[in-house]
């Protein structure tokens, strides 16, 4: 059992460690006008779910939203603010917006797959700070695993982003990983028994 909390402690205090998994990490957010920097009163809503593979080199993008007060410009992915979930960062993703996002509607949905391997999978600026996309994908990585990275929506009238949420682990993988530590802690009592 001192194991388990432990093993707990190390997760709470250090964020949920995706680096060196191979198995791809699903993370969630709510989008909404308040969560902005700064805060806006849209009472536009949305929900984006990331999936990062670092065995595939992939990131899967899919985000539904509606209510927007202004029509879309562009969407991507910054990373990292300076603390987890709060403040902004830079644009980690292509610039102005994710290929194929639908522009210049107020709801829409969205589905694509990006081969991180790929420059055109980056904005220019984010890849040349880190080195190219090896760099670039072991930085968002990192900066989604401690709740640094954000979804954001831009629009004609809220120019620095409409909505916006912090993407964070999705509850299945935190199911996921409570799961595997259970087992590790199960293995370690068992091994102390014999």
């Known amino acids: 059992m001192k194991f388990f909390l432990n093993a707990f402690l190390v997760f709470a205090i250090l964020g949920f460690p995706s680096q060196g998994l191979t198995t ?4 969630t957010a709510n989008l909404y006008g308040p969560s902005e920097s700064p805060p806006n009163a849209s009472p536009g809503t949305g929900f984006a779910m990331v999936v990062i593979d670092t065995a ?3 990131l899967s993008v ?38 194929g996002f639908p522009l210049g509607v107020t709801s829409g949905t ?17 890849i040349t700070a880190h080195g190219g996309p090896a760099g670039a994908e072991a930085f968002l990585d990192a900066a989604l695993a401690e709740g640094m990275a954000y979804f954001n929506i831009h629009s004609n009238l809220f120019t620095p982003g409409e909505i916006r949420g912090f993407l964070v682990p999705a509850p299945a993988t935190l199911l996921l990983f409570g799961t595997g530590l ?13």
């Open 62 to 99: 899919h985000a539904d939203f509606s209510g927007l007060l202004g029509t879309t410009t562009a969407a991507h992915i910054h990373a990292a603010t300076a603390l987890p979930l709060t403040g902004t960062a830079g644009v980690a993703t292509q610039t102005p917006s994710f290929f």
């Open 182 to 194: 259970a087992g590790l802690a199960g293995i370690r009592l068992r091994r102390k028994k014999q």
């Open 110 to 126: 969205y589905d694509n797959t990006f081969d991180l391997t790929l420059d055109s999978s980056w904005n220019p600026a984010f």
């Open 24 to 27: 791809p990490i699903t993370y």
């Open 56 to 58: 595939a080199h992939t």
